[in-house]
């Protein structure tokens, strides 16, 4: 009894590993034409949903101009009583916000994006790499000049309208302050991918005439 209840355990253990081995050998020799086709109803059903839909534009908006806000908050407004001079100011923090746009918000807008480089048009500098990093350097600076001008231009058309030069109009604090910061970074992509486009255009209709002339000239 025991010699046969050893052999049908054997037997039945050879039996799960052929079916098994079956069904693994089915899973990696299976193509397209034999896979099941399901509704994206079907396929949603099964996918993990949010009660609160956020647009990648709101979630890219917000993460620039949230850690924009965040250089204020610490260096402007915590080094404030300590740096005395407007120009070194401005340059530190053009150099912490060059720092943090390349090691932070540049790989945060990489680690929400769905598909590898899908989000590159929202940054001046896609590349990774020490020359990138540098030109974060000197664009983040350029951005901080003009959002220091437009407070200034702002404080100015103020003051003429109602007269009063005692107090400042418009003082510097995070949230608008990180909100001008991603408008100028905005608008700065914006003229990067509009000039990009001209010039591939450009090229495109070069091509275009180059092969035609062959062809007349063939």
């Known amino acids: 009894m025991d010699k046969n209840a050893k052999g049908t ?10 079916l098994k081995s079956d069904a693994v050998d089915a899973l990696v020799n299976a193509d397209s034409e034999e896979t099941p086709e399901y509704s994206k109803e079907e396929l949603n059903k099964y996918r993990s949903k949010s009660r609160i839909h956020v647009s990648q534009t709101v979630k890219i908006l917000f993460i620039k101009a949230w850690f924009a ?5 610490f260096f402007l407004w915590g ?12 340059f530190i923090l053009g150099v912490v916000l060059g720092i943090v746009t390349d090691l932070l918000v540049n790989n945060v807008i990489r680690f929400i994006e769905k598909t590898p480089g899908e989000n590159d048009v929202w940054l001046m500098f896609p590349k990774k790499g020490m020359g990138s990093f540098f030109l974060n350097l000197i664009y983040s600076m350029v951005i901080i000049l003009c959002v ?11 003051t003429a309208l109602t007269g009063n030069t005692d107090t400042v109009p418009l003082g510097v604090e995070p949230i608008l302050f990180g909100v001008f910061c991603m408008a100028f970074d905005m608008l700065f992509v914006g003229i990067k991918l509009f000039v990009k486009n001209i010039l591939s255009d450009a090229k495109q209709a070069v091509n275009a005439r180059t092969k035609k002339g062959q ?4």
């Open 9 to 18: 355990d054997k037997t039945r253990a050879e039996n799960n590993y052929e």
């Open 69 to 73: 806000g965040a250089v204020c908050f």
């Open 79 to 90: 080094l404030g009583t300590y740096i005395s001079s407007l120009i070194d100011m401005l």
């Open 148 to 158: 220091f001008f437009l407070y200034n231009g702002i404080n100015y058309v103020i």
């Open 215 to 218: 062809a007349e000239t063939e």
